[in-house]
């Protein structure tokens, strides 16, 4: 088998296409949940202590005869909040699906043929 077939095989297996459609929702789900912080969340808490843009936070070090330099921690506060919002959706998502798992899993097995068979025996001879 060649290696252009071994990947075709590959590519068209189901957990690559459902890997790459779950990557492009991930993607446009962390667009919401960046606006949702950013344009939602930030603003009150914001507003809360004194006004504060978070986006805007930044600490300004010289840099000799260049320009100053930035570091925007407020940028990385609210990648923080979107990290935490993000990773608390996925685990209530994964919490949900391992609760269907496992009511699923709880159902109780139909016995074997063989055993409805000797427990229908069992009640002829008792008869």
Same mark, same amino acid.
């Given at each position: ?5 071994? *990947?075709?095989? =590959?590519?068209?297996?189901? $957990? !690559?296409?459902?890997?790459? !459609? ?6 446009? *789900? #962390?667009?919401?949940?960046?606006? /949702? !912080? ?12 004194? #006004?504060?843009? =978070? ?20 940028? *990385? ?5 979107? =990290? ?7 685990? /209530?998502?994964?919490?949900?699906? $391992? ?25 002829? /001879?008792?008869?």
């Amino acid at each position: 088998m060649s290696v252009l077939q071994e *990947f075709k095989q =590959f590519a068209i297996k189901g $957990n !690559v296409v459902d890997m790459a !459609v779950g990557v492009i929702i991930g993607a446009a *789900f #962390g667009k919401i949940v960046t606006s /949702l !912080v950013t344009d939602v969340v930030m603003p009150p808490i914001g507003v809360l202590i004194g #006004g504060v843009d =978070f986006s805007k936070l930044a600490i300004s070090l010289p840099a000799g005869s260049g320009p100053a330099v930035l570091i925007s921690y407020g940028k *990385f506060v609210q990648t923080v909040v979107d =990290f935490a919002i993000v990773a608390a959706v996925i685990f /209530l998502v994964v919490k949900g699906i $391992n609760s269907l798992k496992k009511k699923a899993d709880e159902a109780p097995a139909a016995p074997p043929a063989q055993e409805v068979l000797l427990t229908e025996i069992r009640d002829l /001879l008792k008869k």
